[in-house]
C-alpha cells in the first residue's frame, strides 16, 4: 500500500474535486478523509501596545507638499 497526499475541495453541495498526483493511476481507488480541527486561537500574553512599535522619524516634510488626489494623480486617474 502506498501513502499519497492530495488537497481537494468540498464544495457546499459536498462534492470532491481536485488533482490525483501523477503516481496515482486511472481506476477506482479508496480514500481516506481526515479532517483536521481549525486552530484554536491563542490568547495575548500581554496587553497589545501601541506606542512598542517601531517608528522611524524621516524629518520634516517639505514646504509646498500637497496631498491631495488631483496633485498626486493624472487626469485619468492614475
Given at each position: 500500500m502506498t501513502e499519497i497526499r492530495a488537497r481537494v475541495l468540498?464544495?457546499?453541495d459536498h462534492r470532491i474535486s481536485?488533482?490525483?498526483?501523477?503516481?496515482?493511476?486511472?481506476g477506482e481507488h479508496e480514500v481516506t478523509i481526515i479532517v483536521k480541527?481549525?486552530?484554536?486561537?491563542?490568547?495575548?500574553s500581554e496587553p497589545f501596545d501601541v506606542d512598542?512599535?517601531?517608528?522611524?522619524?524621516l524629518g520634516v516634510w517639505p514646504e509646498g507638499?500637497?496631498?491631495?488626489?488631483?496633485?498626486?494623480y493624472d487626469e485619468d486617474g492614475r
Open positions: 468540498v464544495g457546499p481536485g488533482t490525483a498526483p501523477a503516481a496515482v493511476p486511472p480541527p481549525p486552530p484554536t486561537r491563542q490568547s495575548a512598542a512599535l517601531p517608528s522611524h522619524d507638499l500637497s496631498l491631495r488626489r488631483e496633485d498626486m
